[in-house]
């Protein structure tokens, strides 16, 4: 079956531009997780989606990032006015419902940001 | 002090070899998650344990939740093995929100 799916794969944009990245979540995931992956680094937990809404977005740096999943399904990752320490992998993961306790979380390939 | 700390940073073995990851944790956690990461991004879960032991294969994973440390063993090393393995936990009991280890990068020689 599918799995979790991203888009782009790679972005270049330059600094002070728009940028949205895409995360399509196993089919039936309620959970949905944002991640940011510097180089040589773990990921960092940025937001946390159960369902339509963000229960936990206390890891977005600022307020330039933004997320939504206004459907439940599809989240899309918005950052604005882009700076270079904004390059990264931004990793998203889905799980079942991550109410009741730990589960396991599948993530996507990512989308590697360049900010020139 | 970050809450997840892993050793060795890098590990270089020989094909065969018994390899031991380690990972401490500082947080009350209901499970931890090991993690392997190939070149290239992917990751890929291995294990999620809340405690004793679980073994996939020649992939062994432990947790002692009185000394909150957890260990990635792997049996008869080999090449296909390497990459960077991670240890995640929940910074709060229960909640969904993971902080991961720096990883651990594995490279096996045949």
């Known amino acids: 079956g599918a799995g979790v799916s991203q888009t782009p794969s790679n972005k270049v944009t330059e600094k002070g531009k728009y940028v949205e990245l895409r995360c399509d979540p196993i089919?039936?995931?309620?959970?949905l997780y944002w991640y940011r992956q510097s180089l040589g680094q773990g990921p960092e937990f940025l937001i946390y989606?159960?369902?339509?809404?963000?229960?936990?977005d206390s890891g977005l740096p600022n307020d330039r990032f933004f997320a939504v999943r206004p459907e439940g399904s599809v989240s899309t990752l918005k950052i604005q006015r882009t700076e270079r320490g904004d390059s990264a992998v931004y990793l998203c993961?889905?799980?079942?419902?991550?109410?009741?306790?730990?589960?396991?979380?599948?993530f996507g390939p990512g989308t590697r940001l360049l900010v020139l | 002090k970050n809450e997840v700390e892993q050793s060795p940073q890098n590990l270089t073995a020989q094909e065969g070899e018994f390899i031991t990851i380690n990972c401490s944790y500082s947080?009350?956690?209901?499970?931890l998650h090991w993690l392997q990461q190939h070149p290239g991004g992917g990751i890929v879960s291995l294990f999620m344990?809340?405690?004793g032991k679980k073994k996939h294969g020649r992939l062994i994973a432990t947790i002692n939740i009185q000394e909150k440390h957890s260990s990635l063993h792997i049996t008869a090393s080999h090449p296909r093995d390497s990459a960077v393995y991670i240890c995640?936990?929940?910074?709060?009991?229960?909640?969904?929100?993971?902080?991961f280890g720096q990883g651990t990068r594995l490279t096996i020689n045949p």
């Open positions: 995640a936990v929940p910074l709060i009991q229960g909640a969904q929100k993971l902080v």
């Open positions: 993961a889905s799980s079942t419902s991550g109410t009741s306790g730990m589960k396991t979380q599948y």
């Open positions: 989606f159960q369902g339509t809404g963000a229960a936990d």
């Open positions: 344990l809340s405690s």
């Open positions: 089919s039936g995931h309620t959970a």
């Open positions: 947080v009350g956690i209901s499970a």
